[in-house]
C-alpha cells in the first residue's frame, strides 16, 4: 500500500507547498491537499502534513521532506520485518 501524504491549503505558505510538489513528482506516494485538517494550531506555527494520519512537522520545507521520508521508510521497515514474521 502507497503511503498517504495529506496537506493542508492553509499551511502551503509556510513551505509545505515545496514538499507537496516534490512529492506530486516523485509519485512514490498519494499526496492529497484539504481545505483544513483539523490541526489549526500547528498550521500557523510550522510545515506540516499527515502521513498515513499521523502529524509529521518540520523546522522548514526541506526538514518536513526529510522527516516525511523518514517516517515513511520507518513504516516500510516495519511492515517488511512483519511480513518476514509471517504476518
Known amino acids: 500500500m502507497r503511503p498517504m501524504v495529506e496537506f493542508c ?6 513551505g509545505s507547498e515545496t ?8 509519485n512514490e506516494v498519494d499526496v492529497l491537499e484539504y481545505g483544513c485538517l483539523g490541526n489549526c494550531g500547528q ?3 510550522q ?4 502521513v498515513n494520519g ?11 521532506l526529510k522527516a516525511i521520508r523518514t517516517y515513511i521508510e520507518k513504516v ?6 512483519w511480513r518476514e514474521l509471517g504476518f
Do not use: H, M, T
Not at 9 to 14: G, I, K, P, Q, T
Not at 19 to 26: A, G, M, N, S
Open 76 to 81: 516500510r521497515a516495519e511492515d517488511e520485518a
Open 54 to 64: 499521523k502529524l509529521i512537522v518540520g523546522e522548514d520545507a526541506q526538514d518536513l
Open 43 to 45: 498550521c500557523f506555527v
Open 9 to 14: 491549503v492553509s499551511n502551503l505558505s509556510l
Open 47 to 50: 510545515p506540516y502534513a499527515l
Open 19 to 26: 514538499v507537496k510538489k516534490i512529492l506530486e513528482e516523485e
